[in-house]
Structures are given as structure tokens and as C-alpha cells.
């Protein structure tokens, strides 16, 4: 259920543009949602996560300089941006502190080995990094109507694959008994 609130803004953005076929209103879509899901997360926990925080913030800086410009590049650019700054943070956490940022998120749940951490820290920064650059590539190469569908799909899937991963990765670490617990 949680992850389909997260996706919720970029949702609402897919079918902003399908009905209306504009990218500006689908933009402004996505703006309003994002700031909802800021302020329910408020509202609801006293705290906003910091993903999301740095996600609303790129949205509201790059739908702005979009809606303001009528140029749909920077709204395109938002996805690479943000993603190529949650692999920067993950790799920041690499060296910065005793845990890396993906230890700090799941940590509390799960025991892994330090290297385990590490490894799987590195698998987060390259799927950003990996999400970002192929958004670049979608731009530049395929239309407007390519680039939301794309964006959609990247999202959801690169999501879940990366979320699949993680779980079977944390799996193999898991003692037996958790195991046949789970």
C-alpha cells in the first residue's frame, strides 16, 4: 500500500497527460501531489522523510522553471536530477559515518554484515545512477509522449526490480529460522 502512495505523483502525472495531452498541466499535477504527500507525511508522522523532502523540492524547482518557462526540458530533467542526487547520498554515505545509507534505512530490521551493507548500498547507487542516465537518453532520442511513458514505467519497474533485489539480497543473510519464519 505504501508504495503506491509513493507513486502517487508520478501516477496522477501519466494520467494528467493522457487525458489532457499537456505536460503542463500534467507538471502542475505533479506539483500539487507532491506537495500533498509532504504535508500528509507532516501531518501524519511529525516528520517528512528525506527522499521525499529532496524528490518535492526538485519537483517544485524544476515545475516551476517548467510551467514559468513553457519549456518542458527541466520538468524531463527532474528524474535524472533527483536520481543522480539519491546515488550521490548513498555514495556520500559510504564515506561519511559509520553506516552506509541503506544500513541506516533497513538496519533496524535486518542484520547484515558490514560488507553486505556496502555491497548492497553500491547496487542502489548504480540503479540511480542508472535511472537517471537512461531518463537522459529518453529525452534526447524519443518524443515527449515516449519520454511520460517511459518515465512511468522506469519508475515502477526500476522500483520493484531494485526493491526484488534487495529483498532476495538480505535473504541470503537472513539466519534459517528467520527464514522459515518469513
Known sequence: MQLLVDLFPIILFFAVYTVYDSIYLATAALMGAMTLQIAVQWFRHRTVSK?????????????SATLILRNPIFIQWKPTIANWLFALAF??????????LIQRMLGEAVD???AAWRQLN??????????GAANVYVIYNYSEE???????????VFTLVTLIVTAIWIWKYLPEEQKSES
Not at 122 to 129: E, G, R
Open 51 to 63: 527522499m521525499l523532502l529532496i524528490s518535492g523540492v526538485v519537483v517544485v524547482l524544476f515545475g
Open 146 to 156: 515516449a519520454w511520460v511513458r517511459f518515465k512511468l514505467a522506469s519508475i515502477i
Open 91 to 100: 555514495l556520500g554515505s559510504r564515506y561519511i559515518g559509520e553506516k552506509t
Open 112 to 114: 547484515l554484515p558490514v
Open 122 to 131: 553500491w547496487m542502489w547507487i548504480a540503479s540511480f545512477t542508472v535511472l
